[in-house]
């Protein structure tokens, strides 16, 4: 299986400050098809997974501009411009290129 | 809007066996690989089976093949999980979801807890 390891796994933020999670795979998450199937997830508490982005850099419809997705082949990162409260919780990287798809994990945004 | 909605969790004994439902709506169920995403208390997110739009193409994760099932009815629209020979790892919220990885939209049902406990 793909392994996922992001980082860090806490990340104490100041609001209105910028923040970056790293997601490394343990292999190429190139498919054959020539796309990467990366996605960003975002849980709140008590809440379920909701997808952000996919494919390393497409955001969901109704996603914020100030989350973005970059990277390739092994290393991704995802950064907020500019947090705010309600984007505190855990988020996790999954990857889709492999089976089985397989999420990293977690990462704890919190205020500092 | 598609919607995924689980139940059937509950509190159960070492051993016991419990069934899990995903009821679908507002998508083109049939056409849709379906996935049960475990999450035990305060841990990570862990893919236990997969199952294709036609039935096939069923896969789990080692940690429940041999006692886990998943299946669909798409006649109504709706995922199942058997869980039997259930052990006190197995504890934990119990998600259904298309886990979709391209520009179609996603959808992540509410969660099913599922407790075993003596």
């Known amino acids: 299986d793909v392994v996922m390891t992001q980082s860090p796994l806490s990340l104490p933020v100041t609001l209105g400050q910028p923040a970056s999670i790293s997601c490394r795979s343990s292999?190429?998450?190139?498919?054959?098809?020539?796309?990467?199937?990366l996605n960003w997830f975002q849980q709140r508490p008590g809440q379920s997974p909701r997808r952000l982005i996919y494919?390393?850099?497409n955001r969901d419809s109704g996603v914020p501009d100030r989350f973005s997705g970059s990277g390739s082949g092994t290393d991704f990162t995802l950064k907020i411009s500019r947090v705010e409260a309600e984007d505190l919780g855990v988020y996790y990287c999954?990857?889709?290129?492999?089976?089985?798809?397989?999420f990293g994990q977690g990462t704890k945004v919190e205020i500092k | 809007e598609m919607q995924l909605v689980e139940s059937g969790g509950d509190l159960v004994q070492p051993g016991g066996s419990l069934r899990l439902s995903c009821a679908a709506s507002?998508?083109?169920?049939?056409?849709?690989?379906m996935f049960w995403v475990r999450q035990a208390p305060g841990k990570g997110l862990i893919q236990i089976s997969r199952?294709?739009?036609?039935?096939?193409?069923?896969s789990y994760a080692e940690s429940v093949k041999g006692r886990f099932t998943v299946s669909r009815d798409n006649a109504k629209k709706t995922l199942y999980l058997q869980m039997n020979s259930l052990r006190a790892e197995d504890t934990g919220v119990y998600y259904c979801?298309?886990?979709?990885?391209?520009?179609?939209?996603?959808?992540w049902g509410q969660g099913t807890l599922v407790t075993v406990s003596s």
């Open positions: 494919k390393v850099s």
């Open positions: 199952i294709k739009g036609d039935g096939s193409g069923i």
């Open positions: 292999q190429s998450l190139v498919h054959t098809d020539g796309n990467i199937y």
């Open positions: 999954m990857q889709g290129t492999q089976w089985p798809k397989t």
């Open positions: 507002g998508f083109p169920f049939s056409e849709f690989w």
């Open positions: 979801t298309t886990l979709t990885v391209g520009v179609t939209s996603d959808c």
